[in-house]
């Protein structure tokens, strides 16, 4: 789950740092960098769930030791407000500092947090939460549902000013008004007792667990932000395994063990962010870090069996998210679905990935990434087939070249590369079918401007991730007739009505159902040219390090990890 | 050091007051014989040309991709291997000398020479209003970090461009100025403009103020000779040179600009090629210089060859004009 | 003389504000939007009005360039649009002391090398040295940092381990020494020249034959008399390199990690960061504003016949 911007920002990362191999984001200096400050560019430590195959790391087994740390190239986190975050490099700081009444395991399941239980009553509508007992924050203050009742509106209220509290949020009854500044409290959470909350939503929402998940319904201490004022985060006070030990910008960010955890204490001392950046491959071989991607540079190298390094190598799996090339469905010449469906079958992403990318991206027929809940692995998409495309185009409006309006595909240009794949797209198309493209690169801010206010006529360069794991922060939040997210109008009936439907169906194999059937109608409308999905990538670990888990969200992860003695 | 000191070192003042025809043949037989000033001239010659005959000197399309032969060394068909999209490094080579050498030949021009030129003399010898005017408003434009400025010159005024020249095209039917490049390199070049024009205007202004004060201006003057007859006759040609001396360093450091913001995505537009696209592609924007030099080497090789004979050669050429137009320090 | 330097000194304000008043027409007017770029995929307009509203952005062009000003005026460059709840000066202040901490051991760097080299081949104009000394400086010069710096990292951090790859530790860390060559090495030809130029041009100066002809020894010919003298129009060049101390070195900074201004003043640019980009270029102004006055006055100074009026 990370929101964001990043994800855009992604993009970025994604297509430029693919295309330089993979290189982590968070050990990505350049694209952060010279990309920018698009805080977003960096995300998160990529670096994904799910054990490592399940083998123990290292030779040097033996039971969790306590004690050294852990170091890694991080960018600079926007925020560390919990209730702020809309970017992976936030998130990845933030869920080791703070948590929230659920999470999500390796495996995606919502586990207890701060919670030891729920009932879900009145069918779905109302939420119950029992507290776990004993808990506190990092100073020892007890954390009770009061607490919660107070973080979740503050992240509300106008003045906080939380990008995304209506998104994760908005569901619960009288936050909407909450958040136009026209209530002082949210009705629709209530304090039974102490260790007792109770949340009301305002229609049976079966992912609404889901968002809670994310840190704008996480718990912060009234005291602490109220006290801090606007720098309150240089010295939070959280329920997360660790504690923020220093934060110089630009710097490091250092994070220590919090003693008052609700559970076992992390075996960490310290978990270093280098933030100044720098080239990771060469300071990981110079044992500088613990952990970096594997660029397309080097990979050659580090799949090497003689290489020493290869003796590091550990794959991370793949990021739910699915880059793809975005059309304006109402600026000729993408008005024609057969012109679509030609574009759509012109592309040999195939040979695009085995050639440019190393196969380390994964061609993309459908929406939905794989392992995702309601992943369609039968859905067939649009494949590469050059007579039908051919076909198809003589059969559109637009099979006359002369008259054929000229496509601008629009990529984000600012330190990222142009997007290797794109030119090779734009090549295919105007040789293989005769299309007239131009690719216009602009830089950062110019571009999300202008996405935003829906006037690319076609745009590339970008991935959209999952928040949460739940198909409706695909197929709903981007090609709903009327959402913010859907920036190409995209609008067909059918997948509205089924949209609605799956909004409140709570029956989960029903409710996949209807997102594959609206993915399906998508991709054959061509809506987008779908791209790629991320594979299992390559990363280097020391082999010192323990438990590291790379998990495909943000998730807290080193409260597990320790290091052997063995330097 | 940053830009401005190349821009910013001209030659020790020339006060010496030489009729400019013959100046100009003295000067040239001088270059002649710098051995090294003429193998630069003849670098820079050869590297321009190959830019301007690009069309007629490359073997394929510089957008052409072929995906079965990509990362490949070179070969009969492809003189220099060929990129990650198996693009011809020898065609995308070319072509991105062109863009550096319309890039740093339309800067020049506009704001080394009309601008800075016309300015500087303005500014020298009616000093006064016309001075402090032209002053203040150089010191406001070059107030800014130079490089920053470019950046956010190019980043904030390029797209609209782009997207007025656009609607031009659909309305009026004429097509290709955006996809020949041919607004990207005004705009580059409007850019740029900052960084060429304050240098040359201050070195000319500096050189009139201590012209106009020699005796051989102040007997011309003395004489009753028209002001523009001063300017063109007695001013001017003894400005040539270090004017001269200035461009040649300055074209070092417009190429080397425009090398930098193509790097950060901010110059020509995609597929068209530049010398800093391609270093920018080839290492990952600095991320992955390492492993490329290490593990690709020939990638990087090609373009990093290129700027850096061109501004070795550009500076060369300056020392040795420099020593040819001011011969007190032969 | 005096008169002339208060007036140029009054200006330099002036001048300040134009510059901001300039930054700010770029910002409001040009494409790209600081609330989106921090929404980014999260945007929706009301999210992005609420955001605006909060970050003092619906306010007219001319209002919020008077809060400003009066802010700055107290000392109060605002807080970053990107960086949440931290000042401009949080964010800038420790990034200008790294950089220049970087740029001044640079400069240290091509002063040492650049001075005695330019002496030494205009001493020996004439001979194969000088144009040797000429050509491998320039050679230097020319070479493009995406080279140098992982040419160096390369050779002395991975194959000789002399120093780490990356990271910063202040001014008498050895991780300074790789970033630094990479920006004080190509500046040696600039410092080079300049110096050999002058001396050449002391050299041919009568007095220098008077003091040989009264027998002074060589040394004291060579440093009380040549050097000195040639060290003067240097000074004009040293005033820049004064006005680019706060400079960031974007691409040196990105390869070695170095936590300076050089990368926050690309990204603020990206991400429309204007309360940290109108400081950054304030921050040069000032800087460049006071190194042309340097300059002048130095230029009266060695030029009498020029009255500045």
Redesign the interface.
Known sequence: MR???????VALVSV??V???G?SSSS????Q????????RASAPDIAPELRDGTPTGDTEGSPRAGDRFTQ?YS?P??L?PH?V??GTSFGIVVELFSGLVSLDENLRIVPELAESWDVLESGTVYEFKLRPDITFSNGDPVTAQDFKWSMERAGR??T?S??A??YLGDIVGMEALINGEAGDVSGIQVIDERTLRITIDAPKAYFLAKLTYPTAYVLNRENVESGG????DSPVGTGAFTLAEY????RIRLARNDNYWSRPAYLDEVFF??????????Y??D?IDITRV????L??VNDPTEPLNQDLVETPAQFGVQYIGFNVDQPPFDDVKFRQALNLAV?KE??SS??FADLLEPAYGILPPEFPGYNPELDGLRYDLDRAKQLLSESKYADESSRPRI?VT?P??????G?DV??I???WS?DLGVNV?????????Y???L?RKRLQAWGGVA?QADYPDPQDFIDILFYSDT??NRGNYSNATVDSLVEQARTEQDISKRVELYQEAEEIIVNEAAWLPLWFDTDRKALLKQRVQDYRFTQIAIPKFKDVWVTDAR | MSLDSINESPSAPNTRSVRGRNQFSLAFSRLRRKRLGMIALTVIAIIYLAGIFAPVLDTHGYSETNLLKTQEGPDTENFLGTDRLGRDTYTRLLWGIQTTVIVTVASLLTGALLLGLTLGLVAGYFRGTADTIIARVGEVVSAFPDILLIILLAATVRPRILDWTRSFEDSSGITGLVSSGFVDFIVIGIALLPLSWFGTMRLVRGQVLQLREADYVEAARAMGTSTPRILIRHILPNIISPLIVTVSFGMGAVAGTEIALSFFGLGVQPPRPSLGIMIGEATGRGSTAVSVLTQHPEQLLAPIAVVWLLIFAWNILGDALTDVFNPRSR | MLAYMVRRLLWTPVLLVIVSIVVFILGTYGPGDPVEVRLGQNYSPEAAERLREQLGLNDSIAEQWGRYVWDALQGDFGESFVFQGRTVGEILGPRLWVSAQLNFAAFLITLVFGIPLGFYAAKRQGTWSDPAVVLTTLALFALPVFIIAPFLIWLFALQLDWVPVSGWGGFFDKRIILPAVTIGVPGIAVFTRLMRASTLDVLGQEYIRTARSKGLSEVVVNYRHIARNALIPIMTIMGFTFASLFAGSLITELIYGIPGVGRISLDSIFARDFPVITAIVLIGATMLVLANLLIDFAYTVVDPRIRLQ
């Open positions: 929101k964001s911007l990043f994800l855009w920002a430029a740092a295309a330089c191999g290189s990505e200096p350049t694209a960098s010279t990309a920018t400050a698009v805080p977003t190239v600079d926007p925020t407000d702020l809309v970017d106008p003045e000013a990008a995304v209506e998104t606007r720098s309150w985060t110089r910008v630009g710097q280098n933030l100044s950046g720098g080239v990771s491959m060469a300071m071989e110079n500088e660029g397309l540079a080097d050659d190298r040999d040979l695009i050639q440019v601008i990529v240009g600012s330190g990222g590369s142009p290797l030119e090779v734009a090549d295919m040789r131009e690719i216009q690169q602009v830089e950062w801010a110019t999300l401007q202008d935003n959209w913010q997210g």
